[in-house]
């Protein structure tokens, strides 16, 4: 039976639009959804998007789910240390994760396994049971420092897959460019989306 679990992870990094549209999307294909949220997140979602989320997990949880106008059961946002949450442990965890956006500041961290905080080590357990981990790493330039951790990264199995969107889809609008990300990150998971017309298929711009 398909596990039609994932953990999500917003970052400090600009692109919480990104981190927005992607949970709107996994909640509507029906995914439960364990998000974990950054302090740093939560000050570029306020910043970026003007949603400020109340500190406590419920709390925030409740004002995602009117914020996406979401009536289901499925999602679930984790405390910074509830360590006794499923995605803490290789047991219980979905062996799907996603950190988009990702900050610079946790690649360093998950590429060095520092496991301090719930969203740090999530993917750790992601890695050490070899799931399929993303990382939207949202930085630019980039040092030598990120380039050689998001090589550490890729070489024990994880994705990188930079937020830069193309254009050749003929964005109209900022939400056409964040569905191309999107679009790309469903994709990589395996969940079915229609986003954006596909390459040679639905879209031949001449
Ligand atoms: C509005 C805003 C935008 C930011 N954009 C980025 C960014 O694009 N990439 C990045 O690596 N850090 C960015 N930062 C800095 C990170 O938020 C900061 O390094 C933070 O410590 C990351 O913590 P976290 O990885 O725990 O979320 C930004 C911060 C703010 C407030």
Known sequence: MQDKRITLAWTG???????????ECLLAADYQVYLLISSAARVVLATEHGLKLPAGPEAAQAALAEHLNYQGDKLTVCGKEDWFSPVASGSAA??????CPCSAGTLASVAHGL????LERAADVVLKERGQLLMVVRETPFSSLHLENMLKLSNLGATI?????????????????VDFMVARILDHLGVEQGLVPR???DHRPF
């Open 115 to 118: 496991s301090d905080n719930l």
């Open 13 to 23: 990094a600009s692109g919480a639009p990104y981190g927005l549209r992607l949970l």
């Open 199 to 201: 390459w040679g298929y």
């Open 161 to 177: 897959m930079p937020a830069a969107p193309g254009f050749y889809h003929q964005p109209k609008s900022i939400d056409d460019l």
């Open 94 to 99: 979905p062996k799907k994760m996603v950190v």
